[in-house]
């Protein structure tokens, strides 16, 4: 496969905040060791777990289990990974940084399987994925932030590949899946009757995922349709009183995109709102779509998620809670110091990054040991990695090198 290098790709300015591996300094060299051996540690867990088969090569495996110095491959959600938290995102983007072969043949694999097994292309359930779990479709979850079209548009935009290309026009229509599927799957005493005018599409990761295939059809010259309900939702949410953060009965028209919601200002958010793939989008569609209103709820939302309470509470009347994640946000805070031009926002983003909440802190250990006989049948290696925060930690580390990199 002849590619073109990382410094052409960056020049073109595409697919957001990445940029080129830059070792200038004792700093970003340690983070820059640290990316590469979680990388590392996954491309040689294909052999030594036998992450293969027709159904299964190009996942891997969600947590590990020390004790049986084993993949989690046996209990409920910790077996196949099926895209949870975006793991195609951080391979692609390492893939884009480094240039390395073993890198794309990777984030190819899995954007194959992710895009074929774990997604369905027939029946009422079309163009929607599964979660992670034993078996890739066993899960009751099924939803568009598994099938996420962002996952899948690097392997297009790079290859041209055709079936890739097929798989995107077929996620352009998958907001019909709320008028035969509850995704928050949950029971009641009343029949699943949805309002095409007024369905429950989450704000969040719902519309971040059918907002990529949109974006991604509009870059293709598609459909009218798909840049229409890309805007629509972008102008509407951003026109609630707390934006992307806002709570109470928001709803989502199917016919143009829009989103209807409370006046009053309230709250409602969850740790996972924007790690499949929102803050990746946002980057990309500012680059694109001069709306003052969208960049400052956008920018507003990054600035405060990781805020205090206090601040939080000023600016959209209540605290925003105990939010999970906050090593993921990170890169959130570094894309608000950015549009801001702001130093102190810069540094809380490193902060941020460096404690390491439901992640890798300053002192994890990044190494990996071998282990053999008799304990197991194979010698394998072992580090203390898990899948959510690897994807979330390279993610984090990518962007805020890219922002504010000069802040290290």
């Known amino acids: 496969l002849l590619i073109a290098p990382p410094q052409h790709n960056h020049a073109a300015g595409v697919f957001g905040a990445w940029a080129p591996v830059d070792r200038s300094n004792a700093a970003r060299e340690e983070v820059e060791d640290n990316l590469d051996l979680m990388h590392r540690y996954y491309v040689d867990s294909v052999d030594q777990r036998h992450w293969y088969g027709f159904w299964d090569y190009g996942d891997v495996m969600h947590d590990y289990d020390r004790d049986r110095h084993a993949w989690r491959y046996d209990i409920g959600g910790y077996a196949w990974d099926n895209s949870e938290l975006s793991t195609d995102l951080w391979l692609w983007y390492h893939y884009l940084r480094t240039g390395d072969a073993q890198a794309f ?103 971040g995922a059918l907002a990529l295939a949109w974006l991604t059809e509009w870059e293709r010259n598609g459909d009218e349709i798909a840049r229409t309900k890309l805007i629509n939702g972008a102008t509407t949410i951003a026109a609630l009183p707390n934006g992307w953060a806002q709570g109470g009965d928001v709803t989502y028209d199917l016919a143009t ?56 509470r000023e600016e959209t009347g209540a605290s925003w809670g105990s939010l999970n994640l906050r090593q993921a946000y990170s890169r959130a805070t570094a894309y608000a110091a950015i549009r801001l031009d702001d130093d102190t926002l810069a ?12 992640g890798y802190p300053e002192n994890h250990d990044f190494t990996s040991q071998r282990v053999e006989g008799p304990a197991v049948l194979n010698p394998v290696d072992e580090a203390r990695l898990g899948t959510n925060a690897s994807a979330q930690y390279g993610l984090a580390v990518i962007q805020c090198l890219a922002l504010v990199g000069d802040h290290i």
Request: net charge negative.
């Open 347 to 358: 540094q809380r983003a490193w902060q941020e990054l460096r404690t390491g909440h439901a």
């Open 105 to 207: 043949r990777l984030a190819e694999a899995m954007t194959r399987h992710t895009g074929e097994v774990d997604m369905y292309h027939l029946g009422e359930w079309k163009g929607l994925g599964t979660r992670h779990g034993v078996q890739h479709w066993g899960d009751s979850a099924k939803q568009v932030r598994i099938s996420n079209a962002g996952y899948k548009r690097f392997l297009y935009f790079l290859t041209a590949d055709e079936r890739v290309g097929d798989v995107l026009h077929e996620l352009v229509d998958a907001d019909r899946t709320f008028l035969v599927l509850n995704p928050g799957r949950k029971l009641t005493d009343e029949p699943f009757d949805p309002d095409p005018a007024a369905l429950g599409v989450g704000k969040s990761t719902d519309w």
């Open 257 to 312: 995109g829009r989103f209807t919601g409370p006046s009053e200002p309230s709250i409602s958010i969850g740790s996972l709102s924007s790690v499949f793939g929102l803050i990746e989008l946002m980057t990309e569609l500012l680059q694109l779509v001069d709306d003052e209103q969208v960049s400052a709820k956008w920018v507003q939302f990054c600035r405060l998620y990781n805020s205090s309470a206090a601040q939080q």
